[in-house]
């Protein structure tokens, strides 16, 4: 009595897997093709709202804060921030920040530093770009 598989069977079964593995490759790069560019996509989106906040001069951004709503770690800059309810809206957060504590500042420190945070309004903030911006003389 044999046991195992002979080679011809092998041979065949192997052919059979290569045969209906390609399509099923090409169909999965081609998905990640095309989610990468379109995740690159909102990435740059995201990193130019970045910069065009930070391309603001700092007395503009400084002022956002004191707005009524304004200097919390949630409270949306209406001014700086895409429009409501378009698709992929990007949300941008300004508010002062404590160096030295490393927190929340509630009144003008003097010490002049901001926190920028934007992020899509869909993903939320936990996949936010941030950064802090200073006035330096």
Known sequence: MQRGFAYAEVLLS??????LLVPALQALTGAIAGSSSNLAAR???LRGKLEEVLSQ????????????GGNTATSVSA???DL????????VVLYRFDAATGALSAGDTGLLLLYV????????????LNTLAGRWW
């Open 117 to 128: 945070s934007v992020y899509y309004e869909a993903d939320g903030s936990a996949s936010a």
């Open 14 to 19: 192997v052919l059979l897997i290569a045969i």
């Open 57 to 68: 001069p700092f007395g503009k951004l400084y002022a956002e804060t004191f707005l009524p």
């Open 79 to 81: 001014n700086f921030s």
């Open 84 to 91: 409501a309810g378009i698709t992929d809206r990007r949300v």
């Open 43 to 45: 990435q740059f989106a």
